[in-house]
């Protein structure tokens, strides 16, 4: 309660006056009704001096103080309008000098509401009194209820005096936060302090019965700044517990507030005891913030994390997460004695599409040591560690808003090889593109014909590329080897159709590449050996080709009729044939002696390693030959009220292509790549099919030659190589068994891992308070023991390839992993990832997931049970963020591979 409930004394007062007129305990309507607060001002004024003071010292003591004769306009009585309605009465008592309102009793003004079974103001007193009242059978009900913007009271009865602006509420209960306080007596100081006596106060949803509370005799409570209490005890089940405090303090400051981050403690079977995420929280301002963790290991390992988010509305958001790790294996002297200094530098960054229309800002960057999350301390994600690759791009893009449009880009990206430690980027790469022009195109009208669709564009690309080690990342030597190249490339096309049907596509390019450092090649005596001598300088090349297509579509319907299940099956072709020509660019080709002699060359040219590749030696004349296929079936369904057929995709694709290179002395046909691809059970499961068809044939050392193998005795292909995936991700929450939304939760793919749980659920330390498996509480059905609708969610992949290259005929691939999660009760959730390699012979990573859900408490146990990764562990704490720091957790981490 605050100071303004001051003017509801006004409120009664006004509308006492008129109960005096219509007499007492008259009924009133259980409309609001509002109240006028206009008042006239008096037509005599009382007069006073027209000098108040004098700046003059030595006449200021003769005049006599008087009353200036000038007053400034009295101020309305209310600010706002002012609302009261009573169920039973509204009533005037002019010899206890009360006003009451009965029954569902309510008065709002501005802010405030109050709202309880009866309301007695006290005008000569100053002291407004609110209580509940008895019902039909003698219970007492409509307890007042206080509102004051967020902030909500709910006591058993408030007394409250408008001239002292003190309050007492009997029984009070509040929230503040995500605390949940009650409350026997409750005493308001003043507009900011409150002091209450024989306090419970609590995260648990129900306050009446609570799973734990924590009580203490005396409380000081300055709403959404602070609460500090004396001695305070927890409370378990109503069980107290010898966990106490001598005084306690909790932030409740609605803004983010620095301070210090509690650290956790355990031990390791490699570091030993630790000290882990504790540090400090910067609220730097409402746009930013800066989290900085540490950790420390009694063998001298240690750890730092710098975690910044920073947002500005309407403009953009990002996050920037630096962690570096020095950790020691075992005890120096031994012979297992091992050390790393590992780092990782994430960064994210999104810019608001509303922001600026024509330029765009991107980033997301991981970067850092390859073997950060195989031995990292803080984090034990494994779909992570076994990713093979980190990669990062920045990047810029502008419009300009010109006749040609033209739009440009510049990027700086990164790829990196946790298992090589090799390093590719590019610092940066430049791109210009310039819209297409039609120079014969009418202003108005369509554009018809080869010469009306004639266009041309213009395109530049220059790029910094660099390939280096993990190991001289940034430093001298990556910098010596940094390529440096430009392309411009000047395409001309035009389309038409010829015999109504067929499609055609003709046109012709130039290329033009800068380079600023080529290669030069030279026998080395001493050595015996070519070396390739870096020469650092400009030089350029030109190409030039030009190419032509001509396609259809055909489309097949095979009808089997009305009265079958399968009504009808749609089969769309798309043949295609394609032609293009590049000329011989000899010139730009040396030779070189490859032995001592002299006397043998071999040909090379200068350009052979750089980053937009060399001219072609020979003439190339490849027609090219591709068909794409759908299969699409109109099946019946009998649950359309209409009657009308519904469509099921078959077949998505289903694809040919192969080349035929008229230039070459042999094996002038490509192998034929077959692929196809469809989706079952309304998309849940993917399933995708590769193949290579060779026509030709092996000699003795498994060599191709010029023989047609079905010249050598073999069938028409030899079949190479072939691959098959199967994904299948399904759930209760799936519109197949009944339900309208399918939702999943997905771990965070911020790390480089997955966005399911094949590998695992990733466990962040610093974060154990969130959940490992989903605890929305809208996805329990009742709060029973056994929970009747059982949700679930289970994905399955499984990948095989084939290998016949070379007649090895074998399989090198071929494994089959699945995950899932069900919840056994609406409080116990069970999760599971695991999976076998059939080539290997051996069972994949596992992981077994339990969780139990304690409401104001959450209990989880992860269990690796075999492999490089085992490990296990053990966490019991409360939800509150406000409370993290209460919980228990016991752990034993995979051991780390050093290498």
């Not at 650290?263 to 900085?292: E, H, R």
């Not at 085992?870 to 752990?891: A, P, Q, V, Y």
């Amino acid at each position: 309660m605050r100071t303004n409930i001051f003017n509801i004394v006004f409120i009664l007062l006004v509308f006492g006056a008129t109960l005096t007129q219509k007499g007492i305990a008259q009924d009133n309507n259980k409309k609001f009704t509002a109240v006028n607060t206009t008042l006239k001002r008096d037509s005599i004024v009382t007069t006073s001096d027209t000098i108040d003071k004098l700046a003059v010292p030595s006449i200021q003591d003769t005049l006599k103080k008087q009353k200036d004769t000038i007053v400034p306009a009295n101020k309305p009585l209310l600010e706002e309008m002012v609302y009261r309605k009573a169920k039973d009465y509204e009533a005037l008592n002019l010899a206890k000098k009360e006003i009451t309102l009965y029954n569902e009793a309510e008065i709002r003004y501005q802010d405030y509401e109050l709202t309880a079974g009866k309301i007695i103001f006290n005008y000569e007193k100053n002291e407004i009194y609110a209580g509940g009242i008895k019902d039909s059978v003698g219970n007492m009900s409509q307890y007042p209820v206080f509102k004051q913007g967020s902030q909500i009271v709910e006591p058993d009865s408030i007394r409250f005096n408008t001239k002292t602006k003190k309050a007492l509420v009997f029984k009070s209960r509040t929230s503040q936060g995500e605390f949940r306080i009650k409350a026997e007596v409750s005493k308001k100081e003043n507009d900011s302090v409150y002091f209450m006596k024989d306090v419970i106060f609590t995260t648990a949803k129900d306050l009446d019965d609570p799973e734990y509370y924590f009580r203490t005799n005396k409380v000081k409570l300055v709403p959404g700044k602070k609460v500090v209490t004396g001695v305070t005890n927890m409370v378990i089940a109503d069980v107290p517990t010898p966990l106490g405090l001598p005084f306690a303090f909790f932030p409740m400051s609605e803004k983010a507030e620095s301070g210090f981050i509690i650290p956790s403690f355990g031990d390791t079977n490699q570091q030993g005891y630790y000290i882990q995420n504790g540090g400090y929280y910067f609220a730097i301002s409402d746009k930013m913030d800066l989290n900085v963790l540490g950790d420390y290991y009694t063998n001298g390992s240690w750890g730092l994390r710098l975690n910044s988010s920073y947002a500005q509305r309407y403009k953009y958001n990002g996050r920037v997460l630096i962690r570096y790790e020095n950790n020691i294996f075992s005890e120096k002297g031994l012979p297992d004695y091992a050390s790393s200094k590992l780092y990782n530098i994430q960064w994210n960054h999104s810019q608001d599409g509303k922001a600026n229309p024509n330029s765009r800002f991107s980033a997301s960057v991981n970067l850092g040591s390859s073997q950060y999350f195989r031995q990292s301390n803080n984090t034990y994600n494994v779909g992570a560690s076994m990713n093979n690759t980190m990669s990062s791009s920045v990047s810029y893009q502008r419009t300009f808003e010109s006749v040609p449009q033209v739009n440009m880009s510049l990027t700086a990206t990164h790829s990196q090889s946790t298992n090589t430690k090799e390093i590719n980027m590019t610092l940066p790469t430049l791109q210009v593109n310039v819209d297409r022009v039609f120079p014969f195109a009418p202003k108005y009208g369509s554009k018809k014909g080869i010469i009306k669709n004639l266009n041309f564009s213009y395109s530049v690309r220059g790029e910094n590329r660099v390939k280096t080690h993990e190991d001289y990342f940034f430093k001298r030597e990556m910098f010596d080897s940094l390529n440096t190249a430009f392309q411009h490339s000047i395409p001309i096309a035009t389309n038409f159709k010829i015999f109504k049907h067929f499609s055609v596509t003709a046109g012709a390019s130039y290329n033009e590449v800068w380079y600023f450092n080529t290669i030069e090649k030279k026998y080395n005596a001493q050595t015996n050996k070519v070396d390739d001598i870096r020469v650092n300088g400009f030089d350029s090349f030109r190409t030039y080709n030009a190419n032509a297509s001509i396609g259809t579509t055909i489309y097949g319907t095979f009808n089997f009729g009305e009265d079958k299940r399968i009504q009808a099956i749609r089969h769309v072709m798309r043949p295609s044939i394609g032609y293009s020509y590049t000329p011989s660019f000899e010139q730009y080709y040396d030779t070189y002696a490859i032995d001592a002699t002299g006397q043998t060359f071999q040909d090379y040219t200068r350009f052979q390693n750089g980053i937009f590749g060399a001219p072609g030696r020979y003439n190339s004349n490849m027609m090219n030959f591709n068909l794409s296929n759908t299969f699409e079936a109109k099946v019946r369904d009998d649950d359309n009220e209409k009657g009308e057929p519904r469509k099921v995709m078959l077949l998505n694709s289903l694809n040919f292509s192969t080349s035929y290179n008229m230039s070459a002395d042999s094996l002038k046909w490509s192998p034929v790549r077959v692929s196809a691809g469809t989706a079952l059970f309304k998309d849940k499961m993917q399933i995708n099919f590769g193949a290579t068809l060779d026509p030709y044939a092996l000699d003795n050392n498994n060599r191709r030659i010029d023989t047609y193998n079905i010249n050598n005795g073999g069938s028409l292909f030899r079949l190479t190589s072939a691959n098959m995936t199967v994904n299948w991700s399904l759930s209760s929450k799936d519109a197949m068994f009944g339900n309208a939304e399918d939702k999943k939760n997905q771990n965070s793919l911020d790390n480089g891992g997955r966005a399911d749980d094949l590998f695992g659920r990733a466990v962040e330390l610093g974060n154990q308070k969130r959940s490992t498996l989903s605890d929305d509480d809208e996805d329990k059905p009742f709060g029973g023991f056994f929970n009747a609708k059982l949700p679930w969610d289970l994905t399955f992949a499984y990948s095989m390839t084939y290998n016949n290259s070379s007649r090895q005929n074998e399989i090198v691939n071929n494994s089959v992993m699945v995950s899932g999660n069900v919840d056994v009760t609406p409080n116990w959730k069970v999760g599971f990832s695991t999976g076998y390699d059939f080539v290997q012979k051996g069972v994949t990573f596992t992981q077994l997931r339990f969780e139990r859900d304690l409401k104001s408490w959450r209990m989880d146990f992860s269990w690796v049970p075999i492999g490089t990764y085992t490990s296990w562990g053990f966490f019991i704490g409360i939800r509150s963020s406000m409370l993290s720091d209460i919980k228990w957790e016991k752990r034993k981490a995979p051991d780390k591979i050093y290498r």
